[in-house]
Nanobody
Framework: QPQLVESGGGLVQAGGSLNLSCTASGSILNIDGMAWYLQTPRNRRELVARMTDVGSRYYDDYVKGRFTISRDNAKNTVFLQMNNLTLEDRGVYFC?????????????????WGQGTQVTVSS
């Protein structure tokens, strides 16, 4: 099963920027969708942005115009450039990817999550 590793979280002042990255590894054949979710205080993961392998993008209304999702398909990596951060953007950001990988049983579908990266925004 492929694994995802995120990086780029940290502490930033309101109005500042952060760039998250997430790289998938593990006999991957192709990745269809890569996405970023924010875990709410109620432990629900809400979709922030998603991008398909052909470049179609989705953004939650709250982040439109401030966040940009991009991918490097050759490196199985997705980025989330976050600008003009607000207190409401705080939390743990999780990367998610779905696609196909090569296993001993042949071509298999995967749907994997990263371990999360903390984003803290101070006023």
């Amino acid at each position: 099963q492929p694994q995802l590793v995120e990086s780029g979280g940290g502490l930033v002042q309101a109005g500042g920027s952060l760039n998250l990255s997430c790289t998938a590894s593990g006999s991957i054949l192709n990745i269809d969708g890569m996405a970023w979710y924010l875990q709410t205080p109620r432990n629900r993961r809400e979709l922030v942005a998603r991008m398909t392998d052909v470049g179609s993008r989705y953004y939650d209304d709250y982040v439109k115009g401030r966040f940009t999702i991009s991918r490097d398909n050759a490196k199985n990596t997705v980025f989330l450039q976050m600008n003009n951060l607000t207190l409401e953007d705080r939390g743990v950001y999780f990367c998610k990817a779905d696609g196909y990988y090569q296993s001993v049983a042949g071509r298999q579908h995967f749907d994997a999550w990263g371990q999360g990266t903390q984003v803290t925004v101070s006023s």
